[in-house]
């Protein structure tokens, strides 16, 4: 993928930071950038004055230098900067630089949530050969966050199975997730999501393929199956409605940047 060949990680950088630098500066989920159409990562240039004097380096971008920060939500930007949610930036940033700004965030997010050990409480200090942060009195590291999660396409015959939450937009259903517990194999929480949320039984979960997703720090494990048993009886704590849809009759599919619309289009 384009996005993949584009971006290098790396923990640090070789040279001084320089003005072309794309800086990710986030306030909460959402990323500063520009007003207007023509959308791209700010560069240190534009945003010198709201740069941080730590920012946590993300790896190079088409050779340009990702560096990464949350500022905090009382700054005033700049006339002609806006913070925006990452999440429906997809399709106006390109996707290459739509895909960093997701690492970023996850980088610059585990930052800020890791400054202090969770086992005796001092301060913690970013290490130089790995992308961990550790303490200098009881030598703990924390690494950055990661959830795995399954996200699963199951069928029956010509219909798949797509569930709708409360939060989704009027008229979208999508794949039925979960997250991964402790403990659990991701093939063994893709039968339990399936059983809790849609009381059915299906077969031997399938690989797919996987996404990060930076909302807010999720691996994506995709997972196709069959219908085996059972009627759908929906979950309705966790999700508004479960039903079989066919081809012909399908409601508002999920968004293209998703690993759901990605499954759902292998199938149609
Ligand atoms: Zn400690």
Redesign the pocket.
């Known amino acids: 993928m384009l996005a993949v060949m584009l971006f290098e990680p790396a923990l640090s950088r070789s040279d001084d930071p320089l003005d072309e630098d794309r800086v990710l500066l986030f306030v909460g989920n959402a990323l500063i950038v520009a007003t207007g159409d023509d959308m791209r990562l700010p560069t240190r240039a534009a945003l010198a004055a709201l740069v941080p004097a730590e920012t946590v380096h993300v790896g190079a971008l088409a050779g340009h230098s990702v560096e990464t920060a949350h500022i905090d939500a009382a700054t005033q930007l700049p006339s002609g900067w806006v913070h925006e949610p990452l999440r429906p930036l997809h399709g106006r940033l390109p996707d290459a630089e739509w895909a960093v700004a997701g690492r970023a965030f996850q980088l610059a997010e585990w930052d800020r949530t890791h400054r202090f050990?969770g086992?005796?409480?001092?301060s913690t200090d970013r290490l130089a050969d790995e992308r961990a942060r550790a303490?200098p009195?009881?030598?703990?590291r924390g690494y950055p966050r990661h959830s795995p999660a399954v996200i699963m396409r199951i069928t029956r015959g010509d219909e798949v199975l797509l569930g709708r939450s409360s939060h989704f937009p009027p008229g979208m259903y999508s794949t039925l997730a979960g997250f991964v517990d402790v403990g659990e194999s991701a093939e063994a929480a893709v039968r339990r999501e399936v059983r809790e949320e849609a009381g059915i039984e299906i077969t031997e979960p399938q690989w797919f393929g996987s996404q990060s997703w930076a909302f807010p720090h999720s691996l994506m494990l995709g997972f196709t199956a069959e219908w085996a048993s059972g009627e759908v009886v929906p979950d309705l704590t966790e999700l508004e409605d479960v039903q079989w849809f066919t081809r012909e009759r399908l409601p508002v599919l999920p968004p293209p940047a998703s690993i759901a619309r990605r499954l759902l289009d292998a199938w149609l």
């Open positions: 050990c086992v005796c409480g001092a303490c009195q009881c030598a703990h």
